[in-house]
């Protein structure tokens, strides 16, 4: 900055504005200097410098994303991804990354773009070194998921050697599945037999028909369901099971539910037929 002259008891100022280096932890020191072709008789105060105190701030955040979140029954190999990343301002000298394995994962290995890690003890522990501002960094852990079924929670933490504005992202967790054995499916052998109280019957008369579902086994038999149908027109009177449910209606139809080996279920049905001179053929 240059000023053509400066009459005595004047003064002038100037106003420098710049931006603060990210890797500046210390103090802001700077220095002015003015000088003058017109001979100074004290030069001594011709200099100026203050150090102006910086603290240093670093946004860090951590996302952990696994290579699958379901594993086959049995367990398997799974691979994290921790990524972690610095907002600023300031850089971050001291990024150091904590990953405890939980009880059925087993570590096999941990490798950082950056740094060095140790797996001792199922935990990754890693010292990233410094993370400039925007920078980011990554460590792939590799662990075993047991055999046994359920789902396993892993948490992942970042820490730096610099205040975080927000310390809410420095923690990830993830979850990943095993899934159970699949259930085989079940064996059975169901049979059906029916019978009527009366093989004659007339106009109007009632006639009972049983049907008995037996299940053979050697498993339990699901959803068991009976449908029952008549060849000509009939009242139905009424409708019974010893397990489960009949709608009342033609055709009649009875959800029976489980029926376990061994065991039997018994329909009962009550119909006034409505036509006479023919044989009447009812199915189950």
């Not at 967790?173 to 054995?181: F, H, K, L, R």
């Amino acid at each position: 900055c240059t000023i053509a002259s400066l009459a005595p008891g004047a003064t002038q100022t100037f106003t420098v504005t710049g931006d603060v280096a990210s890797s500046l932890d210390e103090c802001l020191e700077n220095t002015a200097t003015v000088a003058s072709a017109t001979p100074d008789p004290n030069a001594a105060n011709n200099s100026s410098t203050i150090c102006t105190p910086i603290r240093g701030r670093a946004d860090l955040s951590l996302t952990k994303t696994p290579s699958r979140t379901t594993l086959p029954p049995g367990g398997g190999q799974v691979m994290y991804a921790l990524v972690v990343r610095n907002a600023g301002p300031s850089d971050d000298p001291g990024v150091e990354i904590t990953d405890r394995l939980p009880a059925g994962l087993t570590l096999v290995a941990a490798d950082a773009s950056q740094g060095t890690c140790s797996t001792a003890n199922n935990t990754v522990s890693c010292d990233l070194g410094t993370l400039r501002d925007g920078g980011s960094a990554q460590v792939l852990v590799t662990a075993t998921a047991s055999a046994a079924p359920g789902d396993l929670a892993n948490v992942a933490t970042v820490r730096g050697a610099r205040e975080d504005p927000d310390p809410s992202d420095n923690t990830s967790t993830t979850t990943v599945t095993v899934q159970p054995a699949p259930t085989p499916d079940p064996r059975f052998d169901l049979v059906m037999n029916k019978t009527a109280n009366d093989r004659t019957a007339v106009l109007g008369q009632r006639v009972r028909y049983r049907i008995v579902v037996r299940n053979l086994g050697p498993d339990a038999a699901p959803d068991v369901r009976v449908s029952d149908t008549l060849s000509a027109p009939v009242t139905l009177v009424s409708v019974r099971t010893t397990a489960g449910t009949c709608v009342r209606r033609m055709p009649i139809a009875c959800e029976l539910g489980t029926v376990a080996a061994g065991a039997s279920v018994t329909v009962t049905a009550v119909v006034k037929h409505r036509e006479t001179g023919r044989r009447q053929r009812n199915a189950a």
